[in-house]
């Protein structure tokens, strides 16, 4: 899922002197087998409830390590904050309610259509239309129209987080401008758990305060928001962006295979061919990025 907006990561001692590809690829690692770890407690709290714990956690954690300030900001700030971690809790929510319906690996392929629709968007270049073409392909592949399909109310979630994802990208450039470090991130999270909070309860009511969920929210908060989102905003802070790009494109793929290893998942040759159509169409996108700018 979901990648960290260009901050300076603090918190977490060492990352400073860790190879900086190395970063990414445990990042991307970390996030996509916490997901999966996230869909084996669905039976028991609800994709909401699961929401709700990772996203509270990551907030508790995030706001301790970076220390916010809120007072003394600019109300436009503090708006565009809100607008933040809303986008980020719906991103949140409704990708965990879609991956409730549909393969881990068919989801965080089909999501990857935001951020692919952004980089198209902004290029100059004619030929990743034709990027934007193949990730398309893969993509209706995945959904398989004329046959036994995807679950619809999964593939409609998971589409929507796509546009959340699309949306926490600009979003996220305008609030590196307004926050310093990680404490426009910290604070972005701390409303985005509130954005699966009535339904969350709703879904788990007293599990949530049961010890061994508890838990659990806590190590899926850490492996799939605190760790990845340090791992990530560290590395792009000493890699050029397309290469860092590049490196994230691997993310279906990973999924794939955490859904394999931790949920059983296993994909037919039609599933495999639409990921690596995207993974390759989002590899292509990435490598336009000038290679001399950073995040």
């Not at 928001?225 to 905003?233: A, F, K, M």
Request: glycine share 10%.
């Amino acid at each position: 899922m979901e990648t960290a907006s260009a901050q300076t990561a603090r918190g977490l001692p060492g990352l400073d002197r860790a190879p900086p590809i190395g970063l990414v690829l445990c990042g991307v690692t970390s996030i996509q087998f916490g997901a999966a770890l996230a869909a084996t407690l669905f039976d028991d709290l609800g994709a909401a409830g699961v929401s709700l714990l990772r996203l509270g956690f990551a907030a508790i954690v995030l706001t301790v390590l970076s220390r916010p300030r809120v007072r003394g900001r600019r109300p436009a700030d503090l708006r565009l904050v809100a607008l933040f971690g809303v986008t980020l809790g719906g991103m949140n929510l409704f990708f965990y309610e879609a991956l409730d319906r549909i393969p881990l690996g068919v989801a965080v392929t089909i999501e990857f259509a935001g951020p692919l629709a952004i980089a198209v968007a902004t290029s100059r270049r004619r030929l990743d239309l034709v990027w934007a073409g193949i990730a398309a392909l893969g993509i209706v592949l995945l959904s398989n129209p004329f046959g036994a399909g995807i679950d619809g109310v999964g593939l409609v979630l998971i589409l929507a987080a796509a546009a959340c994802w699309a949306a926490y990208i600009l979003i996220a450039q305008r609030a590196t401008k307004a926050y310093d470090g990680s404490e426009g991130l910290a604070l972005a999270m701390v409303v985005a758990a509130l954005v699966p909070l009535v339904p969350g309860v709703l879904e788990a009511g007293s599990a949530l305060v049961r010890p061994q969920w508890i838990a659990l929210g806590v190590v899926v908060a850490l492996a799939s928001s605190v760790i990845p989102y340090s791992l990530e905003t560290e590395a792009l802070r000493r890699m050029p962006a397309n290469v860092f790009g590049v490196l994230m494109s691997l993310e279906p793929a990973v999924a794939a295979l955490a859904g394999f290893l931790v949920l059983g998942q296993a994909l037919g040759v039609r599933d495999l061919v639409a990921i690596a159509l995207v993974v390759a169409a989002s590899a292509g996108v990435s490598r336009a990025v000038p290679a001399s700018a950073e995040a």
